[in-house]
Protein backbone atom coordinates (compact mmCIF):
# COMPACT_ATOMS: atom_id res chain seq x y z
CA UNK A 1 0.00 0.00 0.00
CA UNK A 2 1.33 3.82 -0.90
CA UNK A 3 2.05 5.47 1.90
CA UNK A 4 0.90 8.66 -0.42
CA UNK A 5 -1.57 9.26 -3.08
CA UNK A 6 -1.38 11.98 -5.78
CA UNK A 7 -5.07 13.28 -6.47
CA UNK A 8 -5.42 15.43 -9.79
CA UNK A 9 -8.78 16.81 -10.72
CA UNK A 10 -8.41 17.96 -14.60
CA UNK A 11 -10.18 19.47 -17.07
CA UNK A 12 -8.67 20.11 -21.28
CA UNK A 13 -5.22 20.17 -19.91
CA UNK A 14 -3.58 17.22 -20.94
CA UNK A 15 -0.40 19.29 -21.93
CA UNK A 16 -0.10 19.95 -18.33
CA UNK A 17 -0.63 16.85 -16.89
CA UNK A 18 1.58 15.64 -19.12
CA UNK A 19 4.33 17.94 -17.63
CA UNK A 20 3.56 17.28 -14.08
CA UNK A 21 3.56 13.32 -14.40
CA UNK A 22 6.91 14.57 -16.01
CA UNK A 23 7.77 15.98 -13.04
CA UNK A 24 6.80 13.80 -10.66
CA UNK A 25 9.05 10.64 -11.94
CA UNK A 26 11.56 12.61 -10.47
CA UNK A 27 10.85 12.29 -6.49
CA UNK A 28 13.64 10.60 -4.32
CA UNK A 29 10.91 9.85 -2.22
CA UNK A 30 8.85 6.67 -4.49
CA UNK A 31 6.00 5.66 -1.95
CA UNK A 32 3.16 6.77 -3.93
CA UNK A 33 0.34 6.66 -5.95
CA UNK A 34 -1.33 9.03 -8.62
CA UNK A 35 -5.01 9.14 -9.20
CA UNK A 36 -6.12 11.44 -12.08
CA UNK A 37 -9.73 12.37 -12.46
CA UNK A 38 -11.16 13.64 -15.94
CA UNK A 39 -13.73 16.23 -14.72
CA UNK A 40 -15.76 16.12 -18.16
CA UNK A 41 -13.17 16.59 -20.43
CA UNK A 42 -13.68 16.92 -24.11
CA UNK A 43 -9.29 17.10 -24.97
CA UNK A 44 -8.59 14.58 -22.34
CA UNK A 45 -5.53 13.16 -20.83
CA UNK A 46 -6.03 9.68 -20.98
CA UNK A 47 -3.07 9.42 -23.67
CA UNK A 48 -0.69 11.16 -21.49
CA UNK A 49 -1.71 8.82 -18.95
CA UNK A 50 -1.10 6.10 -20.68
CA UNK A 51 2.34 7.36 -21.49
CA UNK A 52 3.11 7.35 -18.27
CA UNK A 53 1.76 3.92 -17.12
CA UNK A 54 4.97 1.72 -16.43
CA UNK A 55 6.86 3.99 -15.41
CA UNK A 56 4.13 6.33 -12.44
CA UNK A 57 1.53 4.00 -10.61
CA UNK A 58 -1.59 5.96 -12.11
CA UNK A 59 -4.95 5.53 -12.10
CA UNK A 60 -6.97 6.78 -14.25
CA UNK A 61 -11.05 8.21 -13.79
CA UNK A 62 -13.22 9.74 -15.59
CA UNK A 63 -16.33 11.47 -14.96
CA UNK A 64 -19.38 13.71 -15.86
CA UNK A 65 -17.93 17.62 -15.31
CA UNK A 66 -18.72 18.06 -12.06
CA UNK A 67 -16.31 21.25 -10.41
CA UNK A 68 -13.01 20.64 -8.66
CA UNK A 69 -14.35 19.15 -5.33
CA UNK A 70 -16.86 16.72 -6.44
CA UNK A 71 -13.43 15.15 -8.41
CA UNK A 72 -11.26 15.03 -5.24
CA UNK A 73 -13.41 13.57 -3.68
CA UNK A 74 -14.01 10.79 -6.26
CA UNK A 75 -10.18 10.92 -6.58
CA UNK A 76 -10.07 10.09 -2.61
CA UNK A 77 -12.48 7.39 -2.68
CA UNK A 78 -10.38 5.46 -5.70
CA UNK A 79 -7.42 6.03 -4.02
CA UNK A 80 -5.19 3.73 -1.65
CA UNK A 81 -2.69 5.84 0.34
CA UNK A 82 -2.81 6.28 4.28
CA UNK A 83 -2.25 10.55 2.88
CA UNK A 84 -3.95 12.14 0.15
CA UNK A 85 -1.84 14.98 -1.64
CA UNK A 86 -4.56 17.09 -3.81
CA UNK A 87 -2.31 19.10 -6.80
CA UNK A 88 -3.94 21.09 -9.00
CA UNK A 89 -3.25 20.04 -12.61
CA UNK A 90 -0.96 23.58 -13.52
CA UNK A 91 1.58 22.83 -11.32
CA UNK A 92 5.48 21.23 -11.31
CA UNK A 93 6.91 19.38 -8.29
CA UNK A 94 10.09 19.33 -7.83
CA UNK A 95 12.44 16.04 -7.41
CA UNK A 96 12.60 17.07 -3.48
CA UNK A 97 9.21 17.61 -2.43
CA UNK A 98 7.72 14.09 -0.89
CA UNK A 99 10.83 13.61 1.08
CA UNK A 100 9.66 17.07 2.45
CA UNK A 101 6.46 16.25 3.18
CA UNK A 102 7.37 12.84 4.77
CA UNK A 103 10.23 14.62 6.91
CA UNK A 104 7.29 17.12 8.28
CA UNK A 105 4.97 14.51 8.67
CA UNK A 106 6.96 12.03 10.22
CA UNK A 107 8.75 14.60 12.91
CA UNK A 108 5.62 17.07 13.15
CA UNK A 109 2.83 14.40 13.10
CA UNK A 110 1.18 16.77 11.10
CA UNK A 111 -2.43 15.56 9.89
CA UNK A 112 -3.46 18.32 7.46
CA UNK A 113 -0.53 20.00 5.41
CA UNK A 114 0.77 22.65 2.49
CA UNK A 115 3.34 24.28 0.40
CA UNK A 116 3.82 27.64 -0.43
CA UNK A 117 4.32 27.85 -5.02
CA UNK A 118 6.85 29.13 -6.21
CA UNK A 119 7.90 30.68 -9.94
CA UNK A 120 9.71 28.42 -12.67
CA UNK A 121 12.20 29.87 -14.74
CA UNK A 122 9.80 28.67 -18.14
CA UNK A 123 6.62 30.58 -16.83
CA UNK A 124 5.77 33.42 -19.60
CA UNK A 125 6.51 36.99 -17.86
CA UNK A 126 2.57 37.18 -17.05
CA UNK A 127 2.57 34.06 -15.23
CA UNK A 128 5.87 34.94 -13.06
CA UNK A 129 4.29 38.39 -12.60
CA UNK A 130 0.90 36.90 -11.30
CA UNK A 131 3.30 34.38 -9.30
CA UNK A 132 4.75 37.67 -7.55
CA UNK A 133 1.52 39.37 -6.91
CA UNK A 134 0.20 36.15 -5.65
CA UNK A 135 2.95 35.28 -2.88
CA UNK A 136 4.06 39.26 -1.87
CA UNK A 137 3.41 40.21 1.69
CA UNK A 138 2.73 43.88 -0.21
CA UNK A 139 -0.65 42.44 -1.48
CA UNK A 140 -1.40 40.18 1.74
CA UNK A 141 -0.52 37.03 -0.76
CA UNK A 142 2.76 36.21 1.14
CA UNK A 143 1.20 36.44 4.74
CA UNK A 144 0.58 33.65 4.96
CA UNK A 145 3.17 30.87 3.88
CA UNK A 146 5.55 32.42 5.42
CA UNK A 147 6.27 31.12 8.64
CA UNK A 148 5.88 27.43 10.28
CA UNK A 149 5.04 27.83 13.28
CA UNK A 150 2.02 29.93 12.39
CA UNK A 151 -1.03 29.56 14.80
CA UNK A 152 -3.03 28.37 11.93
CA UNK A 153 -2.42 27.47 8.63
CA UNK A 154 -5.24 26.99 5.83
CA UNK A 155 -3.98 24.63 3.51
CA UNK A 156 -4.54 25.43 -0.17
CA UNK A 157 -6.02 22.69 -2.98
CA UNK A 158 -2.74 23.49 -5.29
CA UNK A 159 -0.71 21.65 -2.98
CA UNK A 160 -2.94 20.37 0.01
CA UNK A 161 -2.40 17.15 2.20
CA UNK A 162 -4.23 15.44 4.59
CA UNK A 163 -4.20 11.87 6.24
CA UNK A 164 -6.85 9.58 5.17
CA UNK A 165 -8.73 9.29 8.70
CA UNK A 166 -9.07 13.00 8.58
CA UNK A 167 -10.28 13.64 4.97
CA UNK A 168 -12.80 10.86 6.63
CA UNK A 169 -13.92 12.36 9.38
CA UNK A 170 -14.49 15.53 7.60
CA UNK A 171 -16.60 14.07 4.63
CA UNK A 172 -14.47 15.61 2.18
CA UNK A 173 -14.73 18.67 0.15
CA UNK A 174 -17.90 20.45 0.43
CA UNK A 175 -20.27 21.94 -2.33
CA UNK A 176 -18.66 25.58 -2.35
CA UNK A 177 -17.55 26.03 -5.79
CA UNK A 178 -14.49 28.90 -4.75
CA UNK A 179 -13.20 28.76 -1.62
CA UNK A 180 -13.86 25.12 -0.88
CA UNK A 181 -10.36 24.15 -0.01
CA UNK A 182 -10.46 26.90 2.68
CA UNK A 183 -13.38 25.75 3.92
CA UNK A 184 -12.07 21.98 4.31
CA UNK A 185 -9.35 23.29 6.27
CA UNK A 186 -11.02 25.20 8.57
CA UNK A 187 -13.21 21.95 9.12
CA UNK A 188 -9.77 20.01 9.78
CA UNK A 189 -8.98 22.97 12.38
CA UNK A 190 -12.23 22.92 13.67
CA UNK A 191 -12.15 19.12 14.34
CA UNK A 192 -8.96 19.57 15.98
CA UNK A 193 -6.44 17.81 13.60
CA UNK A 194 -2.91 19.80 13.36
CA UNK A 195 -2.02 21.10 10.33
CA UNK A 196 0.67 23.07 9.41
CA UNK A 197 2.96 24.33 6.59
CA UNK A 198 5.66 22.67 5.16
CA UNK A 199 8.03 25.72 3.57
CA UNK A 200 10.49 23.28 2.09
CA UNK A 201 7.05 21.28 0.02
CA UNK A 202 6.55 24.02 -2.55
CA UNK A 203 5.60 22.92 -6.42
CA UNK A 204 5.68 25.66 -9.48
CA UNK A 205 2.15 27.12 -9.88
CA UNK A 206 1.22 28.24 -13.42
CA UNK A 207 -1.79 30.12 -12.06
CA UNK A 208 -3.68 32.29 -14.77
CA UNK A 209 -1.93 33.13 -17.95
CA UNK A 210 -3.96 36.15 -18.89
CA UNK A 211 -5.29 39.44 -16.33
CA UNK A 212 -9.14 39.12 -17.12
CA UNK A 213 -8.77 35.17 -16.14
CA UNK A 214 -6.59 36.55 -13.08
CA UNK A 215 -9.61 38.93 -12.13
CA UNK A 216 -11.99 36.71 -12.26
CA UNK A 217 -10.51 33.99 -10.42
CA UNK A 218 -9.57 36.55 -7.36
CA UNK A 219 -13.08 38.54 -7.79
CA UNK A 220 -14.14 34.89 -6.74
CA UNK A 221 -12.11 35.15 -4.01
CA UNK A 222 -13.53 38.08 -2.73
CA UNK A 223 -16.52 36.68 -2.68
CA UNK A 224 -15.27 33.36 -1.22
CA UNK A 225 -13.86 35.05 1.79
CA UNK A 226 -17.61 36.56 2.95
CA UNK A 227 -19.10 33.60 2.40
CA UNK A 228 -16.44 31.54 4.66
CA UNK A 229 -17.34 34.00 7.31
CA UNK A 230 -20.99 33.46 7.03
CA UNK A 231 -19.72 29.08 7.14
CA UNK A 232 -17.10 29.68 9.94
CA UNK A 233 -18.01 32.57 12.15
CA UNK A 234 -15.04 34.43 13.66
CA UNK A 235 -12.90 33.89 10.93
CA UNK A 236 -12.91 37.19 9.41
CA UNK A 237 -9.67 38.84 10.20
CA UNK A 238 -8.42 42.70 9.49
CA UNK A 239 -5.70 41.44 6.88
CA UNK A 240 -9.05 40.47 4.46
CA UNK A 241 -10.06 43.88 4.61
CA UNK A 242 -6.79 44.97 3.21
CA UNK A 243 -7.58 44.44 -0.24
CA UNK A 244 -11.30 46.17 -0.11
CA UNK A 245 -9.64 49.15 1.48
CA UNK A 246 -7.21 49.36 -0.91
CA UNK A 247 -10.11 49.24 -4.13
CA UNK A 248 -12.32 52.00 -1.55
CA UNK A 249 -9.24 54.23 -1.41
CA UNK A 250 -8.57 54.31 -4.70
CA UNK A 251 -12.09 54.74 -5.89
CA UNK A 252 -12.26 57.66 -3.06
CA UNK A 253 -8.70 59.03 -4.72
CA UNK A 254 -10.58 59.33 -7.94
CA UNK A 255 -13.62 61.25 -6.65
CA UNK A 256 -11.71 63.78 -5.08
CA UNK A 257 -9.87 63.99 -7.87
CA UNK A 258 -12.41 65.64 -9.86
CA UNK A 259 -12.37 68.21 -7.58
CA UNK A 260 -8.84 68.54 -6.64
CA UNK A 261 -6.71 67.24 -9.61
CA UNK A 262 -3.58 66.64 -7.43
CA UNK A 263 -4.72 64.38 -5.39
CA UNK A 264 -4.05 61.85 -8.80
CA UNK A 265 -0.45 61.99 -7.48
CA UNK A 266 -1.44 59.98 -4.32
CA UNK A 267 -1.40 56.53 -7.35
CA UNK A 268 2.07 57.48 -7.93
CA UNK A 269 2.81 55.91 -4.55
CA UNK A 270 1.63 52.49 -4.41
CA UNK A 271 2.52 51.66 -8.15
CA UNK A 272 6.64 53.27 -6.85
CA UNK A 273 6.29 50.48 -4.00
CA UNK A 274 4.96 47.32 -6.36
CA UNK A 275 7.54 48.31 -9.11
CA UNK A 276 10.63 48.24 -6.91
CA UNK A 277 9.05 45.63 -4.63
CA UNK A 278 8.61 42.90 -8.01
CA UNK A 279 11.70 43.83 -9.48
CA UNK A 280 14.11 42.70 -6.63
CA UNK A 281 12.40 39.73 -6.26
CA UNK A 282 12.59 38.94 -9.61
CA UNK A 283 15.28 41.20 -11.37
CA UNK A 284 13.41 41.74 -14.59
CA UNK A 285 12.23 45.20 -15.57
CA UNK A 286 9.57 43.86 -17.84
CA UNK A 287 8.05 41.45 -14.99
CA UNK A 288 8.07 44.25 -12.23
CA UNK A 289 6.21 46.31 -14.54
CA UNK A 290 3.53 43.42 -15.38
CA UNK A 291 3.68 43.38 -11.37
CA UNK A 292 2.29 46.63 -10.93
CA UNK A 293 -0.45 45.30 -13.08
CA UNK A 294 -1.05 41.94 -11.41
CA UNK A 295 -1.17 43.74 -8.06
CA UNK A 296 -3.71 45.79 -9.04
CA UNK A 297 -6.06 43.23 -10.88
CA UNK A 298 -5.24 41.40 -7.56
CA UNK A 299 -6.35 44.08 -4.81
CA UNK A 300 -9.13 45.71 -6.93
CA UNK A 301 -11.26 42.38 -8.34
CA UNK A 302 -10.59 41.08 -4.42
CA UNK A 303 -11.96 44.09 -3.09
CA UNK A 304 -14.53 44.22 -5.49
CA UNK A 305 -15.85 40.79 -4.78
CA UNK A 306 -15.77 41.11 -1.11
CA UNK A 307 -17.62 44.66 -1.31
CA UNK A 308 -20.44 43.30 -3.16
CA UNK A 309 -20.53 40.26 -1.39
CA UNK A 310 -20.50 41.90 1.76
CA UNK A 311 -23.30 44.20 0.64
CA UNK A 312 -25.09 41.00 -0.22
CA UNK A 313 -24.95 39.09 2.67
CA UNK A 314 -24.09 41.05 5.36
CA UNK A 315 -26.16 44.16 4.55
CA UNK A 316 -28.87 42.81 2.69
CA UNK A 317 -28.97 38.96 4.21
CA UNK A 318 -28.64 36.98 0.87
CA UNK A 319 -27.99 33.60 0.69
CA UNK A 320 -24.31 32.35 -0.54
CA UNK A 321 -23.58 33.24 -3.92
CA UNK A 322 -20.26 32.91 -7.11
CA UNK A 323 -19.54 34.33 -10.17
CA UNK A 324 -17.33 33.80 -12.96
CA UNK A 325 -18.76 30.23 -12.01
CA UNK A 326 -16.99 28.45 -14.78
CA UNK A 327 -13.66 30.03 -14.51
CA UNK A 328 -11.91 27.23 -11.67
CA UNK A 329 -9.94 25.86 -14.70
CA UNK A 330 -9.55 28.67 -17.27
CA UNK A 331 -6.34 29.56 -17.70
Known sequence: MPKYSF?????????????LLQSLLGQEFTNFDITIVEDGSTNTCQTVVEKYSDRLPLHYIAQPNGGPSIARNNGAAHSEGDYLIFLDSDVIVPDGYLLAVDKAVTER????FGGPDASHPSFTPIQKAISHSMTSVLTTGGIRGKKENMDKFYPRSFNMGISREAFQKVGGFSDMRFGEDVDFSMRLIENGFKAGLIKDAFVYHKRR???????????????????????HPGTLKVVHLLPAAFFLGNIGIIAISFFWLPMLALFAVPIVVFFIDALIATRSLRVAILAVVASYVQLGGYGCGFCECFVRRVIFRQGEFTRFVKNFYKK
Open 109 to 112: GLQC
Open 7 to 19: IIPVYNRPDEVDE
Open 209 to 231: TTFKAFFKQVYNSGIARINLSKR
